[in-house]
């Protein structure tokens, strides 16, 4: 039973930056598919970035790929999601998420909220216009 602790979050002004980690407790970590999502008030829980277990697979949802990038350390058993000209529309509670799925199979469910096992408690962006 992995536990994920985001930091990072913050308030920032529109078109600043932000990284946010999320350190993993167990050292499998490096065997565990990735993820980030965020809700914000009033919306749906929202993917935003995964990536395989060796960082060799990612995928980033339309709205952020040019502004936001996954990466993982996997020596420090760390997770990140480097945040760009960030927008007002970026403004959400974001959370790390892990799965223990195959990178074959995390390759056509990465999207997915459900196909993750375990959650951080998540970290609030907040963006400025």
């Known amino acids: 039973q992995v536990q994920l602790v985001e930091s990072g979050g913050g308030l920032v002004q529109t078109g600043g930056s932000l990284r946010l980690s999320c350190a993993a407790s167990?050292?499998?970590?490096?065997?565990?598919?990735m993820g980030w999502f965020r809700q914000a008030p009033g919306k749906e829980r929202e993917f935003i970035a995964g990536?395989?277990?060796?960082?060799?697979?990612?995928r980033h949802a339309t709205s952020v790929k040019g502004r936001f990038l996954i990466s993982r350390d996997n020596a420090k058993n760390t997770l990140y999601l480097q945040m760009n000209s960030l927008k007002p529309e970026d403004t959400a509670v974001y959370y790390c998420?892990?799965?223990?799925?195959?990178?074959?199979?995390?390759?056509?469910?990465?999207?997915?909220?459900?196909?993750?096992?375990?959650w951080g408690q998540g970290t609030q962006v907040t963006v400025s216009s």
């Open positions: 990536i395989a277990s060796s960082g060799g697979f990612t």
């Open positions: 998420a892990a799965t223990t799925k195959n990178s074959l199979a995390y390759s056509r469910t990465y999207y997915l909220a459900n196909e993750y096992d375990y």
């Open positions: 167990e050292r499998t970590f490096s065997s565990y598919c």
